[in-house]
């Protein structure tokens, strides 16, 4: 089951067009990230300063299917799919909250490493209870 995001597009994150810029979109699927970690029990403070482990995104990318603007809300589901041992991918669609009409589709890729040597390390047990609790599932 995903993790569902709600938000309303704001001024801000517009263009001189009045429409979403590409760039807040993962700005706005990094929201629903720290979201779905918090209401997985996750301590986000702890997380983010985390001495033994870091999460870096590793890769990320965005397909447009329509425009966003200001006013509009959305809402973003967010599932998960580890990868391998150090790796997952996070899946965000992005759809209109009325018309639940897809509107944009974002993956980011995570690697789990020391942040000291920056060698890659297993993820951890917080994060793998993360991973299942958002797991991709086959319909």
């Known amino acids: 089951m ?3 995001y709600t938000r309303t597009i704001r001024f801000q994150d517009t263009d001189a067009a009045g429409v979403v810029y590409f760039a807040n979109v993962l700005a706005m699927c ?3 990230y ?3 970690l918090a209401a997985s029990g996750i301590n986000l403070k702890l997380f983010f300063s985390n001495q033994a482990v870091a999460i870096p995104i590793v890769h990320a990318s965005v397909d447009f ?3 966003m603007f200001c006013g509009e809300q959305i809402n973003i589901y967010l599932t998960s799919k580890q990868l ?3 790796k997952f991918e996070t899946v965000y669609q992005i759809v209109m909250a009325e ?3 897809l509107v944009a ?3 980011s890729r995570h690697v789990c490493i020391d942040p000291i040597g920056r060698t890659r390390k297993q993820i951890p047990a917080e994060m793998m209870q993360w991973l299942h609790q958002w797991e991709e599932t086959e319909d």
Do not use: L, M, N
């Open 99 to 101: 018309s639940e009409q």
């Open 65 to 67: 299917f329509r425009p």
């Open 2 to 4: 995903p993790f569902t």
């Open 30 to 32: 990094h929201e629903a």
């Open 105 to 107: 589709k974002a993956i």
């Open 84 to 86: 391998t041992r150090e």
């Open 34 to 36: 720290e979201a779905s």
